[in-house]
């Protein structure tokens, strides 16, 4: 009969062991998800620049017309637009590792888009839900880097296009007009490879979120609501 010597069983214990400790991490890695906002800090009904976020007007009127409410089961941050631009960001110094949560995820529900809105015209860029991914670099307003995933009136779905304002900032279009009005979707963008392709390189880490809606340029009104963000594992 065959017989194990005890040092090739050890052996061999030890490079089970090993695998499935890999295994472990490799999973756990997988699974790992990093909480940018889920809108619980702050109690429903909250009016106004949620806690842990800052307005940025741009020298444009804003007006702040948010809220914090209870949608589907989940907390979620209530926009409104009325020819008007409002923009609030939110510091990420340091949480997100691009290596390890490539993928940003979240949800979103645009009920009122505005009126004849259309990116790619530069008097008519507005967008009732718009998220973007923010690398700044000195001076900001010229040399930051700006991905801004958005909801577009009439751009095509998949469209990748510099912004007819700023050149900082890079649209990618992920919904466009008004079939999926009233749903609640769930969004998935792997940003290191979004920046490599816009930009030619690999990407620092990101530090800033911002969320934004307006409806100044086509003087209308525009109306959308945000849910959880998270970056997350491949």
Not at 46 to 73: C, K, N
Not at 167 to 176: A, N, P
């Amino acid at each position: 009969m065959f017989r194990l010597g005890l040092p090739k069983f050890r052996y061999m214990w030890v490079v089970v062991m090993c695998g499935a400790f890999l295994a472990f991490l490799t999973a756990a890695g997988a699974g790992r998800v990093v909480v940018i906002e889920d809108w619980t800090t702050d109690a429903v009904s909250r009016r106004g620049i949620p806690s842990g976020w800052t307005g940025e007007a741009f020298g444009r009127r804003a007006a702040y017309d948010f809220a914090i409410e209870q949608d589907a089961g989940k907390r979620v941050l209530h926009l409104e637009s009325h020819n008007e631009h409002s923009t609030i960001a939110k510091e990420i110094t340091g949480k997100v590792n691009l290596k390890e949560t490539p993928i940003l995820e979240w949800t979103w529900k645009a009920t009122i888009l505005p009126r004849g809105g259309d990116l790619r015209r530069k008097e008519t860029t507005d967008m009732a839900a718009q998220l973007y991914v923010v690398w700044p670099r000195f001076p900001a307003l010229l040399r930051s880097r700006i991905i801004g995933y958005v909801w577009d009136a009439t751009t095509p779905v998949a469209t990748i296009v510099k912004s007819q304002k700023t050149g900082t900032v890079t649209f990618v279009v992920m919904r466009s007009g008004s079939e999926d009005l009233g749903k609640w979707l769930t969004e998935r963008r792997n940003v290191a490879d979004d920046y490599a392709k816009i930009f030619g390189e690999s990407p620092d880490d990101p530090r800033v979120i911002t969320i934004s809606i307006d409806s100044n340029d086509t003087r209308s009104m525009a109306e959308s609501f945000i849910g959880s963000i998270v970056f997350r594992a491949r």
